[in-house]
Nanobody, 124 residues
Framework: QVQLVESGGGLAQPGGSLRLSCSASGGTLSSYDIGWFRRAPGKEREGVSCIETHGATYYTDSVKGRFTTSRDNAKNTVYLQMNSLRPEDAAVYFC??????????????????WGQGTQVTVSS
C-alpha cells in the first residue's frame, strides 16, 4: 500500500512562495500520474496540478503561470512550487496517485491513494 506524506506548507505573504513536497513509501511515484488538490474552508476539493508519468504537466486555470509541479524520481518525491501566492490559494493541499485534465480542470480518476494534507495560509 502506498503511503503519501505532504510537507512544506505554512504561512506565506501575498506574493510569496512555498514549495510543497509529496513523498511516498510502499510504492514508486514514478509509476503514477500525481495530482495536487486543495480544499479551502467551505469549498469543494479542487484539482490544482497534474504531472503524468512521462513528465507532462497540467494546471487548473487559476494557478497557471504561478505554480509548477515536478518530479524527482531518485527521491521518490513530487513537488509543487507555488509562486505569487494569493489569499485565495489558502487551503489544505493534498497529493494523490491519480490525475487527469480536461478544459483547464484537473481531477482524479478511480480511488487513488491520498496524503494527509498540508496547510497553506496566505496572509499579510
Amino acid at each position: 500500500q502506498v503511503q503519501l506524506v505532504e510537507s512544506g506548507g505554512g504561512l506565506a505573504q501575498p506574493g510569496g512562495s512555498l514549495r510543497l513536497s509529496c513523498s511516498a513509501s510502499g510504492g514508486t511515484l514514478s509509476s503514477y500520474d500525481i495530482g495536487w488538490f486543495r480544499r479551502a474552508p467551505g469549498k469543494e476539493r479542487e484539482g490544482v496540478s497534474c504531472i503524468e508519468t512521462h513528465g507532462a504537466t497540467y494546471y487548473t486555470d487559476s494557478v497557471k503561470g504561478r505554480f509548477t509541479t515536478s518530479r524527482d524520481n531518485a527521491k521518490n518525491t513530487v513537488y509543487l512550487q507555488m509562486n505569487s501566492l494569493r489569499p485565495e490559494d489558502a487551503a489544505v493541499y493534498f497529493c494523490a496517485t491519480s490525475c487527469a485534465h480536461a478544459m483547464g480542470v484537473v481531477y482524479y480518476l478511480g480511488d487513488p491513494y491520498w496524503g494527509q494534507g498540508t496547510q497553506v495560509t496566505v496572509s499579510s
